[in-house]
């Protein structure tokens, strides 16, 4: 057996052998608004339910391991004591991973992540529309556990309001825990869904994301993708070039004959395909490509 000092262990060795051992974590989907109003919005997998009455929440936005900073997340609820904590299952998994990305000040995660902003009824930051469950809280206190790197900060959050999507209930009116279909995390990249198992989702943390704001109409607009496939298409760097595409659809005879058939529905489809196998790059090479 393997046994290890914590202090004598890096920060990032130490976190990744928390993370992949604590599990799996549920995911609070915080929404916050800045001392401006501009809406900012974040994933984090150190949370859960404490008290049910007072219904209390914590969640931890940690400092950063690698640099030390803190995230928008912790100096908004610091500035503003309001929250809403969003729940997270499978169909916006991709979409929450992506909004995760650390772009800069003023950037909307909403509109990067392609999610619906929805105005709260008691505090100010939005509730994400797509989520089966939303917790409008007040915070009570933010307790500091250290300074450095990996630090966490426990946002202690008061439930005054809920939203659940009557598509998640029951005939009883109880959550039905098949419906909600809820995710959690695990260590590394991977996620665990309810009664399914584990799945993989690319971490957005190297790179910014185009962003679903970014992915042309024709493409948002297609009844054959779902949130899940936007946020895939949104966790690219960069769009292939002209050139990679002409290569691509020389090389790969089916694409070439769905182009010549003029399907938009079935080069959607064949796109889907390579989506569902995580090839995303060769999925925008195949929607980008024209006869």
Request: glycine share 8%.
């Amino acid at each position: 057996m393997l046994s290890v000092d914590p202090k004598e262990l890096n920060p990032m060795k130490l976190q990744a052998y928390l993370q992949g051992a604590v599990g799996p974590r549920p995911i609070a989907f915080a929404s916050t608004m800045d001392e401006n109003g501009n809406p900012n919005l974040s994933p984090f997998s150190f949370f859960n339910v404490f008290s049910s009455n007072p219904p209390i929440l914590i969640f931890s936005p940690a400092r950063r391991v690698r640099n030390n900073t803190v995230k928008h997340t912790l100096i908004n609820a610091e500035l503003t004591k309001e929250v809403v904590i969003n729940i997270v299952n499978y169909p916006i998994v991709q979409q929450a991973s992506l909004s995760s990305t650390e772009y800069g000040d003023g950037v909307n995660e909403f509109l990067k992540s392609g999610l619906t902003m929805v105005p709260s009824d008691v505090v100010k930051p939005y509730r994400v529309g797509e989520s089966p469950v939303q917790f409008e809280c007040k915070v009570n206190d933010i307790v500091k556990l250290g300074t450095e790197g990996g630090a966490g900060n426990l946002i202690i959050c008061e439930v005054v309001k809920i939203h659940i999507d009557d598509a998640i209930l029951d005939e009883n009116g109880a959550i039905d825990q098949h419906k909600i279909d809820l995710v959690s995390r695990m260590g590394g990249n991977w996620y665990s869904r309810a009664n399914m198992g584990l799945f993989e989702v690319e971490k957005p943390l190297t790179t910014l994301g185009i962003g679903v704001d970014a992915i042309p109409d024709f493409i948002k607009e297609s009844p054959v993708f779902d949130g899940n496939d936007l946020g895939k298409l949104g966790n690219v760097e960069a769009l292939p070039t002209d050139e990679d595409i002409a290569i691509f659809v020389k090389e790969d005879f089916g694409v070439k004959a769905v182009i010549s058939a003029d399907d938009e529905t079935k080069k959607h489809q064949m796109a889907k395909e390579y989506l569902d196998n995580n090839e995303v790059l060769t999925a925008w090479k195949v929607l980008l490509s024209k006869k």
